[in-house]
């Protein structure tokens, strides 16, 4: 037990430091930009005299209210992630509905445009004539469409649309909505696999609530003009870099994790795995709705035998008892 709680209390020091290390840089911000209005390392002196006349008690207490400021802030924020990450991929309210309309069209006229150079390209590609450039752009454009949904799914943001991209593409290639499978997936991936996942995922949220801590730090603007221009830095790099990059990287191992580990879903549920590429989309479908609403065919018929069970042990190791990231369609509406 006592390693137990030792275990508990080494990651629940990890998390705290984790989740309030940048409202202590918010906070720290602040402070400059108050002690720049009041006229530089003058304005401490008062508020130190009066800390010092205070009984230890007193100080042991201020001192705790601070570190609970600094927390509850973190805490706030922390809770914002999802809802601004929503915001983020562009899911946004009817008042934004005309722009939001706007920025898709202009998103699907590209995804058009990218998809005629591909299959303008393609035969000079495949038969080894293309010239140097011509592979450049073939590369560029196969990189752009790979970032971009099929079908009218698209999103009026690069983050939305690279999200969108990874949900879909299972149900795209192998007939298996992500939004579904995803949490019985989950359970059967090795631990080194749920570890890369999840790191992604912290990446990920840790840059959109830079983007808040950014916007948040504007609001020191009154005391410093510096605050205004550095904010805004902050929350532009992550909307506009910070936060696709990581929704990548995420996205990527998303659908690897489908690619490489889809077998053992089969295995688990005891279907029959398909047999070529043409069936397994028409059975990947059939197994979403298994899994979704359940089915009354006859069809098909359960394989025999107790299914392998998962890579991971059930009772440890660096995944057990983790919750699984969201995949993309499930931190937003549908």
Request: aromatic share 8%; glycine share 8%; proline share 9%.
């Amino acid at each position: 037990m006592g390693s137990f709680w030792s275990g508990v209390g080494g990651k629940l020091a990890e998390r705290w430091a984790a989740l309030t290390a940048p409202a202590l840089v918010f906070w720290l911000g602040g402070l400059l930009a108050w002690t720049h209005a009041r006229g530089g390392a003058r304005a401490w002196e008062a508020p130190a005299d009066w800390l010092k006349r205070q009984p230890a008690g007193g100080q042991a207490v201020v001192l705790l209210g601070l570190l609970c400021a600094v927390g509850a802030t973190a805490v706030a924020v922390d809770r914002l992630t999802r809802p601004v990450l929503v915001l983020l991929e562009g899911y946004w309210p009817a008042p934004l509905r005309p722009l939001r309309r706007k920025l898709t069209q202009r998103v699907q006229r590209r995804r058009e445009t990218a998809h005629e150079d591909f299959q303008a390209l393609a035969p000079a590609i495949h038969a080894g004539t293309a010239t140097a450039e011509q592979r450049e752009r073939y590369a560029s454009v196969d990189r752009d469409l790979r970032r971009l949904p099929t079908g009218p799914r698209l999103l009026p943001t690069r983050t939305g649309n690279v999200l969108r991209a990874a949900e879909t593409r299972p149900v795209d290639k192998y007939g298996l909505d992500a939004v579904v499978v995803w949490p019985r997936l989950w359970l059967l991936l090795p631990d080194p696999v749920r570890d890369e996942l999840g790191s992604a995922r912290r990446a990920l949220d840790s840059s959109v609530r830079a983007c808040v801590w950014g916007l948040l730090f504007v609001a020191f603007t009154p005391w410093t003009l510096w605050a205004l221009p550095a904010g805004l830095a902050v929350a532009v790099a992550a909307v506009y870099v910070w936060v696709p990059a990581r929704a990548e990287v995420f996205a990527d191992l998303l659908e690897a994790a489908f690619d490489l580990h889809r077998g053992a879903l089969y295995t688990q549920l005891r279907w029959p795995l398909p047999a070529n590429p043409a069936e397994e989309r028409v059975t990947g479908r059939r197994v979403t709705t298994y899994l979704l609403r359940g089915l009354d065919s006859t069809t098909p018929t359960f394989t025999s035998g107790d299914a392998s069970p998962p890579a991971s042990s059930a009772g440890g190791g660096a995944g057990a008892g983790v919750s699984p990231p969201p995949a993309p369609g499930t931190t937003t509406p549908p």
